[in-house]
């Protein structure tokens, strides 16, 4: 008993503080001194895209990360723009989006090693946005039908871009229509009013666009699509409250109450781990969702790291996950920036007993599959 006692220890320290943080300081501060920055997504090959923001102009500008240096994505000469980096592919490549700083248009690009290359318009007056980017240099977006004058906005398309070709992949039947992930295989996720006039996710393959139905509410939106073509993505449920969900195999799961404003935040990858903000005692929580539970990042991170979490928002396909929190220091100053988060290799000796005493490291702050494969609390 003392042995397993011994060996114990270390194992649930293990499975409590699975992740090592790494603050992405741009040191962009401006006049202020006080640094606004953001980590949104990260590749296979640990490169991570974000933003931060220009005090002085308000702008974001979009960064690049890989191994401790960054590279700022350049302006277009003689104009400013915010920048959006949307997608990273494990070739280097780059989903992003330029917004003019005059109007409400924007312009999405594909960005690899250095150059800019424009998406063409699925209209000659709108402008095409750029949502996923997957492995074979496919885009996905939404695209403008017309010009944007500021009171009637146009009607929105999807669209997929691929070497140098736009097609327009048009709308559940209504005025508007958002892509925002692919796989490898092109399947296309994202949402779309129907001819009835209501937002409903969509899955967009060889057999075309078709609706993926709701948790029993009106409205539902997919965000993002696995290389197993699992979907995950939000719906309102019978009663109205929006909770995310899991389409696997011609099945919709409840995966638990989330919150709607944060719904771009859901992330898939290959090993179906999901990312997002989930309801946790009593809050909205940054979560990691696994093996049907759901549990709040925060509490995987050494509180010695002095970092409080506020947003996961990127996954890979190794576990890391990148974010948005601040950090206070020793003597209470703070700043709040990107943060990378790296699984912390389990030690093949502690495998097999961090498996029986799994549920120990878990007690009191889960969620698990119940009857019905929906999520519930767990409690001592």
Not at 317 to 326: A, F, K, L, N, R
């Amino acid at each position: 008993m003392l042995l397993l006692s011994t060996l114990a220890l270390p194992s649930l320290v293990q499975a409590q503080y699975r992740y090592t943080t790494e603050r992405l300081v741009t040191g962009m501060t401006g006049r202020s001194d006080y640094e606004s920055s953001r980590a949104t997504v990260i590749g296979n090959d640990g490169t991570v895209g974000g933003r931060y923001n220009i005090p002085e102009t308000w702008f974001d500008q979009a960064y690049l990360w890989k191994n401790g240096v960054f590279t700022y994505i350049p302006n277009k000469p003689g104009e400013v723009f915010n920048h959006f980096i949307t997608g990273i592919n494990d070739h280097g490549g780059v989903a992003l989006n330029f917004n003019y700083s005059d109007t409400s248009s924007g312009e999405g690009q594909y960005y690899h090693n250095g150059v800019f290359t424009p998406i063409p318009r699925v209209n000659y007056m709108g402008n095409a946005r750029v949502n996923a980017i997957n492995n074979h240099g496919m885009l996905v977006g939404d695209a403008g039908m017309g010009l944007d004058d500021w009171t009637t906005p146009p009607d929105r398309h999807t669209f997929i871009y691929q070497n140098g070709v736009t097609t327009d992949i048009g709308t559940l039947g209504g005025r508007f229509a958002y892509a925002q992930g692919v796989n490898d295989a092109g399947v296309v996720v994202g949402g779309s009013l129907n001819a009835a006039g209501v937002m409903r996710a969509f899955i967009y393959d060889a057999a075309g666009m078709h609706e993926l139905g709701t948790l029993g509410g009106a409205t539902s939106h997919a965000y993002d699509v696995n290389q197993a073509g699992d979907v995950v993505g939000m719906s309102q449920t019978a009663d109205g409250e929006w909770h995310g969900f899991l389409y696997r195999n011609g099945t919709m799961t409840d995966i638990g109450l989330m919150e709607q404003y944060s719904a771009l935040d859901l992330d898939i990858n290959d090993a179906g781990q999901i990312i997002g903000k989930g309801w946790l005692n009593g809050a909205y929580r940054p979560v990691l969702l696994e093996n049907g539970v759901m549990t709040d990042v925060q509490t995987y991170i050494d509180p010695a790291d002095r970092f409080q979490l506020s947003a996961v928002e990127g996954l890979n396909d190794h576990g890391q996950i990148v974010g948005t929190g601040c950090y206070t220091s020793p003597v209470g100053e703070w700043s709040c920036t990107g943060v990378l988060l790296s699984p912390v290799p389990e030690p093949a000796t502690w495998g097999m007993l961090g498996a029986g005493l799994g549920v120990l490291a878990f007690y009191g702050r889960r969620r698990s599959w119940g009857a019905g494969g929906a999520w519930r609390v767990t409690r001592g």
